[in-house]
């Protein structure tokens, strides 16, 4: 049985009053260290959990260095992750420790005090202590960044000369004189002669001639005297040197290698290095060019470790640092909570029964905490749950995420680590008992006196959670609950992300304690946080969320107060907002009943709603909406009593003035808070966007109370038709409201069950197709006038009506026809020819060939003419000439065809010049102003003139197609040069002679081919003999007889010089065929270029044979007589003779 008066201290295996956790819990790196800092690593070291991502970064660590040291390549850095308080700097420690095996006054070594160290580190360690003794053993310098210089190469060259055995001071200037003094070899002489006054005097050396004269007592030889020694180190060491990268370098190497050294095996841990570099682009790029030096410039033995809260590649800033720090190492809430089961939390073996039993009576309420959000319980938190007792897995993960974002905020340094918080949580709460978990607001107090001088929670709010915390009954609770909205509100910022809000529900998982008794706590909690938003502490701002009250929603509150009143003051305000929301409660309500169906052809009826007794915008269907707010009701009711229930189709929706004041209310709220978000504007503080945010809450929580109480009084209101007969009693109302439409069609549409039928649409498509009996498919095999629908079409065309006028007529009051039975009444009124169509322009139309959008547009009129048997055979007869196949009894569907066939025959019997004109049908404008039976008889009238001239056309047709090619082609002889044929052609085309008898065309092309064959053969036989002439020269000439017929053949396609093959002038078509691929002109010029092509030739000839001829014009002139001869002769040889030199020449003419 659970013992309920076990204490929670009594269940863990160390008491917590009396536990101590060394340096309270929060490690801090500095290397090498003091006595006092000795002793707090020994107590880490002792209690130090080796395992899980510790044991592993330990290793990777150690690992990644040993596989470089000493070689010649870049050491890998390592970066540390893990939010405020996850163990990253005990890590750091940690490994400063092991990394020189830190040895105590008592013997003990780092090494040694950790309790089951993994065999891979301790192998790792080995390694390492093995690779400093081939190099210069090992060192170690640690620190957190910012702690000391500001300026990272002065923080890290501080860090190293620490690790090198070298005092550091308020700047680098005592470093570097004792790195001097350290080169000339009396720096420990000095530091044992001055002990402990060494520091002192090493800071004043510009000032006190201590430090001068212990030197030279080691050392005379560095100057004449302590006056002289302290003017050269003034003037070398005058001003503290700019701390450049190159700096760092210098000077490390210095002093690592001190007394003539190898470089040892140096590890170099900066702590916080993100919080150093506060997002500044420039710091970053220092550390990154620092971690590049330190890892290629020591001979690949100096490590450098850096920590910070958030791993490379999540922050923007530090991803350029990602490429030097190839070892990352993170640690996550799992490692640091795994420490402190181990130790805060840690059960006795006999008492973890009794938790485990406690816990599993209370599952049921565990399980509810913060469910539905991230930071739920899991099934793995099951496992862990006595393990962690008296902390709630669900509380933990939440306080990590408030000590994370108060860690951005600022608050890092002063925050507890887990191991503190949870030894403070189970010493307050060890004493309660077992059953009692320590609650989600214990967190406060570890931080609200920081947290309040830096701002982060108003001096009101905390003075007021201090004031209720004093207060008898129910301050306590009311306190408590501040406290949670509080924490909550501080990471509020990504609740879409954990889904933590401060809800009622989330508040109270997080304050019950007890929880056997927790039922009390969530019943008490909405109740307190009420009262808090009246006292104006705390704000709902939606969703059943709270916030902390601000000055800013006060400001908010203070002018939704001034709204109200005036909103009071308003009824019509009340009024015309009431009527607006019953709108929408009508519209919600009514949904679906905004038409039925009516009959077997399920034809929509719409339901036109108005309010009260408002005149409706059609004859249809009408819903009047009554309300008491507005109208007399009893009135109203003696009204629908008494009206004609045979007559009368109203529908009427009487709606009671249901909760009438707490209605008022909700709307005076609701308009208040709208009046209130309209005059504050918008917020630019975090506080006045919380404010909008509440009052935004309450206009919603105002507005669904008045649609919640409108709603009810609909459903309460009564659906009557005429004589006060209630229609649906006990249906929702839009039922009921369809219920009642269905006895008012009824009324309405009095001659509907005349045309009811589902067939109107194949009926429509079957006249359409002009199928004579088309009524069938309503069941009607009479004559298509006796039917009811086309009965009423025929009383209604009176002279002429609209398809637009009919439809309305019909589909309308008391008829209610499917408009599919209008339409096909039509086309079948139409086909059968008891009905005339005209078109939109006033032309006759068949009505079947129409789409039926265009029926409205169309003009119908009652068929008066009646025609014979012999006139509508002589139709059919027409028909068959014009190649369109009537069927008997389908005369009217084809009349417009006729008349269209008829005038396109016509038209195609004759055309343009020099075709004859085409001829007129006799009777076509007859035919065109014609309809129906009108048009059927004029066409049989002019049957015996058509029969005759309709063959006569398509045969015209036919011949002109024929001489229209022969009379292409004699204008294409012409042109190529007929001329003398021009007259005749022209002739033809004047007189449009082309169809006259005999044929004009056939003389006219042959005599205009025998011109142009006689004239092409005379080119031809010119060139020829110009041809001839050519090939005789290149016969005679000697070069050209000496070219090989390959190079024959290139000159002659270079020229042009080929063979032509004489024109086929074998019939008209092929004259003109020749000479238009080579005219007349063309034949001619070529042979008057032969003889210069064959000269040309010749020439590139000769130029074959005699690369070096030469080509020369003579001069030309008329030679009369010897005188004349001889100058020209002279002239020649006075051109040609300079010439002969350089090769042959050849003159050309």
């Known amino acids: ?80 992750s893990g939010f405020y308080g996850s163990g990253k700097s005990l890590l750091a420690a940690m490994l400063g420790a092991l990394w020189t095996n830190l040895r105590f006054d008592d013997g003990a070594t780092a090494e040694g005090l950790i309790h089951d160290m993994p065999g891979e580190v301790r192998a790792a360690l080995r390694e390492l202590r093995t690779k400093a003794k081939q190099f210069g053993g090992l060192a170690v310098g640690g620190s957190t960044l910012g702690l000391g210089s500001q300026h990272p190469v002065k923080a890290v060259l501080e860090v190293i000369f620490r690790a090198a055995g070298l005092p550091i001071g308020t700047d680098l200037r005592p470093s570097l004189v004792a790195l001097w003094l350290a080169e000339e070899g009396v720096l420990d002489a000095v530091r044992t002669a001055l002990d402990a006054d060494f520091e002192d005097a090493l800071g004043e050396f510009l000032l006190d001639d201590r430090l001068a004269v212990a030197a030279l007592a080691a050392k005379p030889s560095l100057a004449r005297d302590a006056d002289t020694l302290m003017d050269r180190l003034g003037k070398q060491f005058e001003r503290e040197p700019e701390p450049t990268v190159e700096l760092m370098v210098e000077k490390a190497q210095k002093a690592l290698t001190l007394g003539g050294r190898d ?40 490590l450098l470790v850096c920590t910070g809260q958030s791993a490379l590649g999540d922050v923007a800033f530090l991803s350029r640092l990602l490429g030097r720090f190839p070892v990352p190492v993170a640690l996550g809430s799992a490692d640091i909570q795994s420490v402190v089961r181990k130790t805060v939390l840690l059960k006795k073996d006999a008492a973890r029964p009794a938790v485990e039993e406690m816990l599993a009576l209370r599952s049921g309420e565990i399980d509810k905490h913060l469910d539905g959000t991230t930071l739920k319980r899991t099934e793995a938190d099951r496992s862990l749950a006595a393990a962690d007792w008296p902390i709630l897995s669900t509380r933990r993960r939440l306080w990590e995420r408030v000590l994370a974002e108060l860690d951005k905020s600022g608050l890092g340094a002063t925050l507890r680590g887990q191991l503190r918080l949870t030894l403070d949580a189970v010493r307050t709460y060890g004493d309660r008992p077992l059953g009692v978990a320590v609650p989600a607001d214990f967190l406060f107090d570890t931080f609200a006196a920081e947290a309040l001088s830096r701002q982060l929670i108003s001096r009101d709010i905390y003075d007021r959670i201090a004031a209720l ?28 992300v954990h889904g933590v809000r401060a809800t009622p529900e989330v508040i109270a998982d997080l304050l019950v304690d007890d929880l056997s008794d927790a039922a009390s706590v969530r019943a008490r909690v909405p109740n307190l946080l009420a009262a808090l938003a009246a006292e104006r502490t705390v704000i709902e701002v939606g969703d059943g969320e709270w916030r902390l009250q601000t000055k800013e929603s006060a400001d908010w509150l203070s002018a939704y107060d001034k709204a109200a009143v005036d909103e009071t003051g308003d009824p019509s305000g009340t009024a015309r907002q009431r009527a607006s929301l019953l709108e929408q409660t009508f519209d919600d309500a009514l949904t679906g009943a905004g038409q039925v169906v009516q009959g077997v052809s399920k034809v929509p009826r719409r339901i036109e709603r108005v309010i009260g007794d408002a005149k409706p915008g059609g004859d249809g269907l009408t819903l009047r909406l009554w309300n008491g707010w507005d109208h007399p009701l009893p009135s109203t009711l003696a009204d629908i009593r008494g009206a004609d229930v045979q007559k009368d189709a109203t529908l009427h929706l009487v709606v009671p003035d249901h909760r009438k004041d707490e209605l008022r209310d909700a709307i005076v709220a ?29 206009l919603e929580r105002a507005e ?32 009921a409201v369809r219920e009642a439409a269905q006895c008012g069609l009824d009324r309405l549409y009095t001659e509907f069950a005349q045309a009811d039928h589902a067939g109107w649409d194949r009926v429509l498509a079957k006249a359409r197709q002009k199928v004579p009996d088309a009524m069938r498919e309503v069941g009607h095999a009479g004559e298509p006038h006796d039917h009811p629908v086309c009965k009423a079409i025929l009383r209604a065309l009176g002279g002429g009506k609209k398809g637009s006028d009919l439809r309305n007529l019909l589909t309308g009051v008391p008829y209610g026809w499917p408009r599919d039975a209008v339409d096909a009444a039509l086309v079948v009124l139409s086909n059968a020819g008891q009905v005339k169509v005209t078109g939109l322009d006033g032309k006759p139309v068949v009505l079947a060939d129409q789409n039926t959008s265009a029926y409205g547009t169309c003009t119908f009129a009652p068929e008066t003419r009646v025609v014979t048997a012999r006139e509508k055979m002589a139709v059919r007869a027409l028909g068959n ?97 007929a001329e003398g044929r021009r007259a005749a052609l022209d002739a033809i085309l004047a007189g449009r002679s082309l169809l006259a008898e005999p044929n004009p065309l056939p003389p006219l092309v042959a005599a205009a081919a025998d011109d142009l064959r006689a004239r092409a053969m005379a080119a031809y036989a010119a060139w020829q003999a110009a041809w001839e002439a050519g090939e005789a020269r290149l016969r005679a000439d000697e070069s050209w007889g000496k070219i090989t017929p390959e190079k024959k053949h ?22 003109a065929e020749s000479l238009s691929a080579r005219g007349l002109s063309e034949w001619q010029n070529m042979a008057l270029a032969l003889p210069a092509r064959v000269d040309a030739t010749l020439d590139d000839a000769a130029k074959e044979l005699e690369p070096k001829t030469q080509t020369v014009m003579l001069p030309r002139r008329t030679l009369r007589n010897t005188a004349d001869l001889d100058a020209w002769l002279n002239e020649v040889r006075q051109q040609v003779a300079p010439l002969l030199g350089a090769g042959p020449v050849r003159p050309l003419a």
């Not at 841990?269 to 220092?286: G, K, Y």
């Not at 301050?475 to 910022?493: D, E, F, N, P, Q």
């Not at 008045?706 to 209630?726: C, F, H, P, S, T």
């Not at 004859?916 to 049908?921: D, F, I, K, L, T």
Request: aromatic share 4%.
């Open 670 to 698: 609701y308009r208040a808070a709208t009046t209130a978000l309209q005059r504050q504007g918008v917020p630019t503080t975090e506080g006045g966007k919380e404010a909008k945010a509440s009052m935004q809450s309450r």
């Open 1 to 80: 049985m659970l013992n309920r008066v076990t204490l929670n201290r009594e269940v863990l295996a160390r008491d917590p009053s009396s536990y101590r956790l060394a340096d309270g819990g929060v490690a801090k790196v500095s290397f090498p260290p003091d006595d006092d800092q000795k002793a707090i690593l020994r107590e880490q070291l002792q209690t130090f959990v080796c395992e899980g991502a510790y044991a592993e970064g330990l290793r990777r660590i150690l690992e990644a260095f040993n596989g470089a040291a000493g070689r010649k390549v870049d050491t890998p850095a390592a970066w540390v």
């Open 704 to 735: 669904q109370v008045a649609k919640a109480i409108l709603r009810d009084a609909v459903e309460r209101g009564q659906v009557l038709v005429a004589g006060g007969a209630e229609v649906g009693a006990g249906l929702p109302r839009a039922d």
């Open 881 to 977: 000439l014009l190649n369109l196949k009537i069927a008997s009894g389908e005369e009217g569907n084809y009349l417009l065809s006729i008349v269209d066939r008829l005038a396109a025959v016509a038209a195609e019997a004759g055309g343009d010049a020099p075709a004859p004109r085409a001829p007129e049908v006799p009777g076509l404008s007859e035919f065109r102003a014609s309809t129906g039976n009108d048009l059927m008889a004029a066409l049989a009238a002019q049957h015996d003139t058509l029969k005759t001239l309709i063959p006569e056309w398509q045969s015209s047709k036919a011949e002109m197609a024929k001489r229209l090619r022969d009379w292409a082609l004699a204008g294409r002889l012409v042109a190529l040069g």
């Open 469 to 496: 915390r004093a207060q008898p009954g129910d301050g306590a609770m009311k306190a408590r609950i501040l406290v949670v909205v509080y924490l909550l509100s501080r990471i509020a910022g990504d609740a879409h």
């Open 263 to 302: 470089i040892p095996l140096t590890l170099v841990i900066l702590d916080e290095v993100q919080q150093f570099l506060r997002q500044d682009p420039a710091l970053s790029l220092t550390i990154q060019t620092i971690a590049e030096q330190l890892a290629s410039k020591f001979k690949g033995r100096v």
């Open 1050 to 1071: 290139e000159l002659r396609v270079h020229h042009g010089l080929l063979s032509q093959e004489a024109p086929d002038l074998s019939d008209p078509p092929r004259v």
